[in-house]
């Protein structure tokens, strides 16, 4: 067994076009305009944050008081505070394009950005709208 | 050069106790990579998570010179001492993603015997290890749509195996001094 082979250029590139392709597919799909973060706390959604209003604010969540959020004047929201050992969360730093995520998986809370206006093309593949 | 051939003496005329004491050896070189790895700088791309998996490094060189079951030992130890050091979630991603990359390495090797190179087969490693984790992520958190971060686990994973898989040849010396 060798330890590279110039064939495996083809398998390097075929992967690429096809994360590629997704990744296009994906953002095409999602209209552009104003979006919205969506926070859940396992398996449902706590809380819902308009980006779109250009004000500065902090929030928490009842279900964990350590983690605490701020949404920015830009449209972007990030973790600013966790008590998770990795800080993942907050290193991810600010987000405001659909399809982002911010998540901290030791406490169970994740963060997605989606489009305001939540249309068919969006459908949740696990549970439906 | 044909480590392959190399590989069968390394486990050959070894009995039991050595071959216990080599397992707990490329063990304690997987925990220190992944403390090599938490002290360097995290990367700086915007997306939750991503890294390398240099202790995944000890894990190939088990499954590539020492054994199927050497390389199981490692990924199951892995993962438990990830349950013990940093919770039960963060150990079950490790685990999962982990005895995947294994077990697709296996296969692909099995499939494709010598015609398959070690770069690749770090490659589907590295994507595998990202995908078992999302699997176990999906089935914890299954209100989500999480398919947007599909590619950037093809990618990261393409990118982590390519790395791993150039790093494991370079400290390849020290590993053959284990022996």
């Known amino acids: 067994m060798k330890f590279f082979k110039r064939t ?53 969540i009842p279900q964990n ?35 982002e995520f911010a998540a901290c998986l030791p406490n169970g809370v994740i963060m997605k950005i989606v489009p305001k206006e939540r249309d068919e093309k969006d459908v949740d593949l696990v549970i439906g709208q | ?55 995944n490094i000890a894990v190939m060189f088990a499954l590539f010179f020492l ?8 990924g199951i130890l892995k993962g438990l001492f990830v349950f013990i050091t940093r919770g039960a979630i963060a150990g079950l991603l490790s685990l999962s993603g982990g005895l995947l990359s294994i077990t697709v390495m296996i296969l692909l090797m099995v499939i494709f015997k010598d015609k398959i190179t070690y770069m690749v087969l770090s490659i589907f490693g590295g994507v595998s290890h990202n995908v078992g984790q999302f699997i176990v ?22 990118v982590a195996g390519i790395v791993t898989s150039m790093l494991l040849k370079f400290v390849m010396p020290a590993f053959k001094s284990l022996m």
Do not use: H
């Open chain 2, 67 to 74: 054994g199927k079951k050497q390389a199981y030992t490692i």
């Open chain 1, 8 to 60: 495996d250029i083809i398998i390097i590139a075929c992967i690429l076009i096809v994360s590629g392709a997704l990744m296009g597919i994906y953002r095409f799909n999602m209209s552009e305009g104003d979006v919205k973060a969506e926070l859940y706390y396992y398996n449902d959604l706590i809380n819902t944050v308009d980006l779109s209003q250009g004000q500065e604010r902090k929030f928490t």
């Open chain 1, 65 to 99: 008081e350590n983690i605490l959020l701020q949404v920015y004047e830009d449209g972007t929201i990030a973790f600013i505070e966790s008590d998770c050992p990795d800080k993942v969360c907050i290193q991810t730093g600010r987000i405001s394009k659909p399809g």
């Open chain 2, 137 to 158: 992520i999906t089935i914890i958190y299954t209100g989500m749509n999480m398919w947007a971060y599909f590619p950037v686990l093809l990618i990261s994973g393409l």
């Open chain 2, 1 to 55: 050069m044909d480590y392959k051939l190399m590989a069968k003496s390394m486990i050959e005329n070894k009995n039991k106790t050595e071959i216990m004491v080599l397992n707990s050896m490329v063990f304690a070189a997987a925990l220190v990579l992944a403390i090599v790895e938490s002290i360097l700088p995290p990367v700086p791309i915007p997306v939750p998570g991503v890294k390398f998996g240099l202790s």
